[in-house]
Each structure stands twice: as C-alpha cells, then as structure tokens.
C-alpha cells in the first residue's frame, strides 16, 4: 500500500514505522520538510517532501497533525485527498478540571465528521486514536495471548477495506465500529482512557468480556 503522512511527530513515526515493518511504501509530509526529511529517515521511509506531496502520494494518506488542525489542513488539501482513503487518528482533547476533556460537542460531531465536510471528495475513516503512540512501535502488538483490536468508523466501503487490510498486515484485528456517525464515539473514548491511564487506572480492566461472567448464556454446562 502507498501511504501519505500528514505530519512529522510521534505518531506518524509510530504508525509510519509499523507501516514500513508491514511492507508499506510509506512518505512523510510536513510544514517543516526537514522534521519530515528526518522522520523519514528515522523510520525507513522511501521519501519526504511537504503536505501536498504527501497527499498526492498516498492511496491511503494519514491526517496525524493536531486535533483543532486537521479540518483546516483537509480543507487545504480536499484536491489532493480527492479519491483517498484518509485516516483521521486525532484525539480532540485539553485539560480540564476533572481531566482531560473533549474539545468537540460530542455526539456525531467528530473531528473525522469535519474533516469529511472539509474535504468531501475523500473516503474519511477514524482509526488509530484510542492507543498511545508507543503501542504502534511494537513489531506485532499481542497483549493476553490476543492480537490487539484496532476499532474503527468509516462510511464508506472502500474505506473500510482498506483499514481492514492495512490493520491486518500490521499484525492486529479489525474492529468495525459503525459509519462515521459514531467516530465521536471513539474520540470520547481515547479521551477517557487517557484520563484514567494519567490517574494512574488501567482503562482495560473495566471491559471483561462478559462471556467470562458466571453465568454467561454461551459457558459450558
């Protein structure tokens, strides 16, 4: 797969880097092409250059750029991103008093529902944005003997395809989480795992599955 990167920091490497380990071309774009020049070469990209060169590079484009920028960037660059598939990674977060807090309206406003307004010739998914950067460095992510889910939303089929392929060859599994009318979901998500793993909480300890209940209608008699 050709993939564009929009942005040179932490989780385009992360995630670029996966990308690479998978067999992915992979170029990374950016305002400051020479962060770019560097990210690339730190994650054995096959190139870099600027924003739109990424764009037009990539059938897939990654938007991994600051929350509040990416609608912005998308409007930008809606004739590059035309016929794409463009992963919406951002968490659209700030401080709060209790915590982090979503910077959206919640609902089905999303930052991934923005970026498809701003640039409606793209196939928009949200992916990528509930694990911290660092999970994406590790060569095949297995936690408890079970690949890790990657969850995501996206409208249109072909989109969907595509992240289904992309997070298979990363070693991971699928998690189809509905259209893009649920992509807030995801964001409210990662906003409050991120305020329970900085108060010290492991997110993951409050989803068993409920298959593992006493009682469970599919136990064994």
């Known amino acids: 797969m050709r ?31 020479g962060a770019a020049a560097r990210t ?16 037009r590079y990539g059938d897939t484009v990654l938007v991994a750029v600051p929350a509040e920028a990416a609608p912005r960037l998308a409007g930008d660059l809606a004739r590059d991103l035309t016929g794409r598939t ?23 406003d ?8 701003a640039a409606p010739g793209a196939r ?19 936690f408890e003997g ?12 072909a989109a969907a395809r595509a992240v289904t392929d ?15 009318d649920r992509a807030g979901l995801l964001e409210a998500a990662a906003v409050l795992a991120i305020g329970v793993w900085w108060s010290g909480g492991e997110a993951r300890h409050a989803f068993p599955a409920p298959a593992l209940a006493p009682g469970a209608v599919d136990d064994a008699p």
Not at 92 to 101: C, L
Not at 132 to 140: A, F, K, Q, Y
């Open 40 to 55: 690339a070469a730190r994650i054995g990209a096959v190139g870099h250059g600027g924003l739109a060169e990424a764009a």
């Open 86 to 108: 463009v992963l919406d990674c951002t968490v659209p977060m700030a401080p709060g008093p209790g915590g982090p807090a979503l910077t959206t309206s919640g609902g089905t």
């Open 3 to 33: 993939i564009g990167i929009l942005g040179a920091g932490g989780m385009a490497a992360a995630l670029g880097g996966a990308w690479v380990r998978a067999g992915h071309e992979v170029v990374v774009g950016g305002r400051d092409t």
């Open 146 to 157: 079970a690949p890790l889910a990657v969850p995501f939303c996206a409208d249109d089929p």
């Open 110 to 117: 999303s930052v991934a529902a923005r970026v498809a307004a």
């Open 124 to 142: 928009v998914a949200k992916v990528f944005g509930i694990c911290h950067e660092s999970v994406w460095t590790l060569p095949r992510p297995v």
């Open 166 to 180: 992309l997070v298979d060859s990363m070693g991971c599994a699928p998690l189809p989480c509905g259209g893009l």
